[in-house]
């Protein structure tokens, strides 16, 4: 499972051995490529392309080196193909004062035609940017009242520059240098980048990755990649793969979307965890809760309304789905709501990995379960949970009530915290965690942890609960 998002096999590199390289591709897990046009002709040939294979969608445009050189015929033309069917993009275009092949002005003129025609057709724009970052920032942001999106390819710029591009909400490319023994601050620049905004290419033919570097790149090279990505980001490769092809997927609108049509997953894998989606309910509402803004998490879907919320059978059959429970790290029970709002499926799921032989099981818990239920809980929770995260998010009630905005007022930031004592009393491993947003006093938080005697721990912004 993997998307080249950034090809030219329209190149003359790949006339004696396309079909091979395409094999090879598909071999190597590519769902689907990227053609990426620029100019007409190269246009044309990956419009062919999709047309002859169905993984190939196409990019059509004219490249600013070509900007001075092509004419007003070429740009109509270019705005007919970018009409065509398969076509998901418009590019790539954007502005290289590196070589400077084509005037400033020229480029300019037809950047910003591209970002107008991508605009018209709601496509995403392919943008490359070379040591001409303020004037490519400086353009984008004249239209940032417009729906734009798209994706910076090959990025080599900054983390500043990274920054202001992620807050216009576009994707970011990486392709082969991020394996180059030297690319230090490049590594540095992909750490800063949230996953769910990463997109992977080989911008075939350049670039090859390190272990091929030298020679022709092709997509099937984009597997070099995935290891140093996994690294970085402390995922497995298989997570990068899967949720850098969902972004591909959403931001081309290929493959359904990855939005379309899917079923909520109940048991998921990320590294080497499985975790459990039980309910979207939650008496909070956190500013940050990924909820708001999206139902999947790491390319997993995770929406589910109230009616369709699994019984415990169905939470077992589900993890029964993903293999042996006891080759997992950790079972955690965990989704995109709180999972004590369905004590009882907690608990006789969690009785059920127990029998199973599952290594460990983890809650993770906004702490506010007595208050549901009604009771205490803790102790029915005990023998079955082996480690609790609760969020602690705040060091007092007026500061907890700001920013999740609890149903149950005044008393959830208290009744979290005679949850975390009780639990310490009956549970092997608890932990308060807070998610570092500004302005929290991280240091109270962690006074409150120690004072419990229970763990702490400052949590990812999407490790929900
Ligand atoms: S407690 Fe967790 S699930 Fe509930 S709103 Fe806050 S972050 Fe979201
Ligand atoms: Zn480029
Ligand atoms: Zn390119």
């Known amino acids: 499972m993997l998307v080249d998002t950034h090809t030219h096999l329209n190149f003359p590199d790949y006339d004696k051995d396309l079909t091979q390289v395409i094999s090879r591709a598909t071999a190597e897990g590519i769902d689907y490529l990227i053609e990426v046009g620029t100019d007409v002709a190269s246009s044309k040939r990956s419009i062919e392309l999709a047309q002859e294979y169905p993984f190939i969608y196409a990019s059509v ?72 970052t303020e004037d490519c920032l400086g353009m984008l942001k004249r239209f940032s009242d417009r729906p734009l999106k798209g994706a910076f390819h090959c990025f080599s710029g900054s983390k500043e520059t990274a920054e202001e591009c992620l807050s216009m909400g576009f ?12 690319s230090h601050r490049l590594r540095e620049v992909v750490k800063s980048v949230p996953v769910e905004r990463l997109l992977l290419e080989t911008d075939s033919p350049f670039l090859a990755p390190q272990s091929r570097r030298g020679k022709r790149n092709e997509p099937a090279y984009l597997r070099y990649v995935l290891p140093v990505f996994a690294q970085l980001y402390g995922l497995s490769e298989e997570d990068i793969a899967r949720i850098t092809t969902f972004n591909a997927m959403r931001l081309f609108g290929i493959g359904g979307n990855g939005n379309d049509n899917q079923n909520s997953r109940v048991a998921y894998k990320i590294r080497n965890s499985l975790y459990l989606n039980i309910t979207n309910r939650c008496p909070n ?9 999206s139902p999947y998490v790491k390319g ?48 006789t799921v969690a009785k059920h990995l127990r029998e199973k032989g599952a290594k460990k099981i983890r809650l993770n818990t906004n702490g506010q379960g ?31 009530k700001a920013l999740c905005s609890p149903k149950y007022g005044d008393r959830a930031h208290s009744a979290l915290i005679d949850f975390a004592r009780t639990a310490k009393e009956t549970l092997p491993d608890v932990t308060l965690s807070v998610v570092n947003v500004p302005g929290l006093d991280v240091r109270a938080c962690e006074q409150i942890a120690r004072e419990l005697g229970v763990g702490f721990k400052i949590r990812e912004y999407n490790d929900l609960g």
């Open 61 to 132: 445009g004219i490249h600013p080196h070509d900007a001075t050189s092509s004419t007003e015929k070429d740009w109509q033309e270019i705005k007919t193909l970018a009409q065509g069917q398969k076509v998901v993009a418009i590019g790539e275009t954007g502005l290289d004062y590196h070589y400077n092949y084509s005037t400033k002005e020229d480029q300019q003129r037809l950047f910003e035609r591209h970002i107008k025609l991508a605009l018209e057709l709601e496509l995403p724009i392919i943008i490359h940017n070379r040591e001409a």
């Open 285 to 293: 509402s956190c500013s940050f809760c990924p909820r708001e803004e």
């Open 370 to 400: 007595d208050l549901i239920n009604g009771r205490p809980i803790s102790r029915e929770l005990g023998g079955l949970i082996d480690s609790v995260y609760i969020s602690l998010n705040s060091a007092n009630s007026e500061e907890y």
């Open 171 to 182: 994707y970011i490319s990486f392709a082969g240098p991020v394996t180059f023994p030297k």
């Open 300 to 347: 997993h879907y995770l929406g589910l309304d109230p009616d369709e919320e699994p019984s415990s059978q169905e939470v077992i059959k589900a993890i029964e789905e993903m293999g042996d429970v006891k080759a997992y790290k950790e079972v955690v029970f965990c989704g995109y709501g709180e999972p004590t709002e369905r004590l009882d499926v907690i608990k």
